[in-house]
């Protein structure tokens, strides 16, 4: 089972030499922390900022420095700030290779819900909804199941959606998964889980072919 960096660290090998990168609030913040060194990735933030690096070491944080989180972030040479206008025109004229986003639930037809919970208080979107009606490269990190255990892979999403059908790929802590017009396919299993674990722990329709591989470590 992986934990929120392991997730970051599998999700990291999908990033390709050259990619914009989107990384949303969460466990997508982390992935930037493991692009390998050979390769050069821009990694954007939808606040104004191209050139992200990894986060800063303790004791060297610049608080002028964030990502759309409010996260402290560090820079790689050559970043660049603007204004949130020229950030979503960036979004919006789908200049952004690859979006990674958190997410509540994700549905079988790749609808994702990631912004709200009924009855509790939320700033808003943000810039999520640009992001997934612009992206055509979205791939989901987040937690196979809530604290409840229920799972969080879905026929269909309880939650106000974000976006319709534009999930390609999901990263939990069990597995990985590319999302077709047939349901969910199991692509990896997650290190010491079985397919009958993800099997349970999805209640959306899962695709099983074959011997599912465990995911390199």
């Known amino acids: ?74 820079t790689l040479p050559g970043a660049s700030f603007f204004d949130s206008a020229t950030s979503f025109g960036m979004i919006r004229g789908q200049h952004v290779d690859l979006t990674i986003l958190g997410a509540m639930e994700v549905a079988e037809n790749g609808d994702i819900a990631n912004w709200k919970i009924p009855g509790k208080m939320v700033k808003g979107m943000g810039g999520a909804m640009d992001l997934v009606a612009s992206a055509e490269n979205i791939i989901v990190a987040m937690m196979h199941t809530n604290k409840a255990g229920k799972s969080k892979l ?32 199991l692509l990896e299993r997650a290190p010491g889980v079985s397919v009958d674990e993800i099997v349970v722990a999805t209640e959306g329709k899962l695709l099983v072919e074959g011997e599912i591989p465990e995911m390199e470590s």
Do not use: H, W
Request: aromatic residues 6%; glycine residues 12%; contains cysteine.
């Open 154 to 185: 879905l026929k269909e999403c309880t939650l106000p959606l974000t976006g319709v059908g534009c999930v390609k790929k999901v990263v939990t802590n069990l597995a990985v998964m590319e999302v077709t017009q047939d349901g969910f396919k």
């Open 1 to 74: 089972m992986l934990d929120k960096n392991g997730i970051a660290k599998r999700i990291a090998r999908e990033v390709k030499d050259g990619y914009y990168v989107n990384l949303g609030i969460g466990i997508p913040t982390l992935v930037a922390n493991f692009v390998r060194d050979d390769i050069s990735v821009e990694f954007q933030s939808e606040n104004g900022v191209l050139g992200m690096g990894p986060f800063p070491f303790e004791g060297e944080e610049d608080a002028d420095v964030i990502n759309a989180g409010k996260q402290t972030i560090t």
